[in-house]
């Protein structure tokens, strides 16, 4: 029986005609390919293996596009700068073992950054699941148990039926605020296997909006309206929720100043006569922060780096908007919203009342004061020097992703965006090697404009092998690569804490001549030529590299 709000969706002739009658010679790996098509996706990063070939055999009889990198770990980062850029979901298609497991390292960075990956990879035969010592090539005991506390969720298919919910519900999984990476596993052999289910056409994953309670949006419009010293921490939820606009609008009403975390650059004006910038590595800034009566933090948990490492000791009422609930009040007692940052920010700038305070700019520019005379003092013209050759050379719409590297850590308090989410870094997860890679993941999604990555000479040596990706793919991507012998932060870490360093110092090829190894044009420049020779490189088309020799230093922190 049908009862009156059952939705029954009948099918059209064209689809009886083709569950009738599917093509023949498909398998498992068709429907892999398939499904993450109805769902929407056209590009996939991936790289092949024995057990994943039923997949990768299904793309040629498909329209996605595949994009094949060098490395497991490279091709998730690749993948996570394409989900970070887009929005949307973005495929990784891996093999067994080995390969799974090289791509840990990436789906952590987009765990931690809230990027929306999609990794399917494949496993042994069915036979072998659950434990079954079998011997099979690269298996592992219970290969999702790798997964499971990198990940937002994982999942298995273990029949040729059970592959197109299987992965819906990942890509459901990696689209629901906040986003972030998903697994599915699939045995060889279903992958593998003659299938007779009709070709799957469009689907449906779409995740329910993530909305606020109304009493709390409520309570927090009114702690705004009331407060004498609001300020806002601005992280990357508002850049994911494309909420930068409402942020602006809801900033300009209650005068109160806003400060981006590193994830969050770009979400608010850098020159705005509210903002304070990025500059949450400062005890100038911190001290302000603190001596708000009310702080809104926006999409950010107030984790080690966005708050001077956990120096921060706020005195006020603290309002955090979060999408990820561990996150609420996980270092900072207040009032916790779980929420979309733009379906809250909606929320308040329905209710909250206009906040007149003319002092509120100048309390900024005397912050700004504060921290520019305590940077000067220091004596760090060259980098603040290659920083703004690095500023001058990008086009404004133009994606930058940095590496963990010394100019990225400058980058991070003292670089100005411009536009939102056109700055991405790995200080989510922190580890090497993220900046070329994601690079091309970010070309992929828009190839219409240059895409700037940044590298140090040890987090370089780990994309090498991608310089081929790029010139298979011509993609347009500059590396700025600067060289300076060795881990140099770590080189600084050591020095400072123990007098002398081990370890750091590094053996380096000829970044120049390899790249021309590559049929990848190449220039070594200096921090007076850097502006002009990376503007060139980036209006080059194709991709391109820079090497700058220099020894840059880090500002002193203010946490200690």
Not at 238 to 248: E, H
Not at 291 to 300: C, F, K, P
Request: charged share 15%; proline share 7%.
């Amino acid at each position: 029986m049908t009862h009156d709000h059952d939705v029954v969706l009948k099918p059209t002739p064209q689809q009886t005609a083709a569950a009738l009658s599917p093509p023949a010679g498909r398998t498992g790996g068709d429907l892999v390919i398939e499904t993450l098509a109805g769902l929407g996706a056209t590009t996939v990063f991936g790289l092949p293996g024995q057990h994943a070939l039923g997949m990768f055999d299904a793309l040629r009889r498909s329209s996605l596009s595949y994009v094949g990198l060098r490395v497991e770990n490279n091709a998730g980062f690749a993948a996570d700068a394409y989900g970070r850029i887009t929005g949307q979901v973005a495929p990784l298609l891996l093999s067994t073992g080995p390969g799974a497991l090289m791509s840990l390292a990436a789906l952590q960075e987009a765990a931690a950054a809230s990027a929306p990956v999609l990794a399917v990879g494949s496993q042994v035969p069915a036979a072998g699941l659950g434990g079954g010592r079998h011997g099979y090539l690269h298996e592992l005991r219970d290969q999702q148990a790798s997964f499971r506390d990198v990940v937002k969720s994982v999942h298995t298919a273990r029949t040729a039926s059970q592959i197109p919910s299987t992965i819906a519900a990942a890509w459901r999984s990696a689209l629901t605020a906040p986003h972030g990476p998903v697994w599915v596993e699939i045995p060889q052999d279903v992958l593998l296997a003659e299938t007779m289910l009709p070709v799957v056409t469009a689907m449906d994953a779409t995740p329910d909006d993530l909305l606020p309670r109304p009493e709390l949006t409520a309570l927090a419009a009114h702690l705004l309206a009331g407060a004498q010293r609001p300020a806002i921490i601005a992280g990357g939820g508002v850049v994911r929720s494309d909420a930068s606009g409402k942020l602006l609008a809801l900033a300009e009403r209650v005068n109160a100043p806003v400060v981006t975390t590193f994830g969050g650059k770009g979400a608010f004006p850098w020159e705005h006569p509210l903002s304070l910038q990025s500059w949450l590595e400062d005890r100038h800034t911190t001290d302000f922060l603190e001596d708000a009566d009310v702080l809104l933090v926006v999409g950010s948990g107030l984790g080690e780096l966005s708050s001077n490492y956990h120096t921060f000791a706020p005195r006020g009422r603290v309002v955090q908007i979060e999408a990820d609930a561990g996150k609420l009040e996980s270092n900072h007692a207040g009032i916790g919203i779980h929420a979309d940052a733009r379906t809250a920010l909606s929320a308040l700038l329905e209710t909250v009342p206009e906040r007149p305070d003319p002092a509120a700019p100048q309390r900024v520019r005397d912050v700004l004061a504060q921290v520019r005379q305590r940077i000067d003092g220091q004596g760090r013209t060259l980098e603040q020097q290659v920083l703004a050759a690095v500023r001058e050379a990008l086009p404004d719409a133009s994606p930058s992703f940095w590496d963990m590297t010394i100019l990225a850590y400058w980058a991070w308090s003292a670089f100005d965006a411009r536009r939102p989410n056109t700055m991405h870094s790995a200080q989510g997860a922190g580890g090497l090697g993220y900046g070329f890679p994601a690079a091309l993941g970010a070309a992929c999604a828009d190839p219409s404009r240059p895409v700037l990555a940044v590298s140090g000479d040890g987090g370089a040596m780990y994309s090498i092998a991608e310089l081929a990706t790029a010139r298979q793919y011509d993609l347009p991507v500059t590396w700025l690569i600067v060289d300076d012998g060795g881990y140099g932060i770590l080189r600084e870490y050591m020095t400072d804490a123990f007098g002398e360093a081990t370890g750091t110092e590094l053996a380096r090829p000829d970044f120049v001549a390899l790249a021309e190894s590559f049929s990848v044009p190449a220039v070594r420049t200096t921090p007076e030529s850097l502006a002009a020779d990376l503007s060139r490189a980036l209006a080059t088309p194709g991709p391109s590299v820079v090497v700058l020799p220099a020894l840059l230093q880090m500002f002193a922190p203010t946490h200690e």
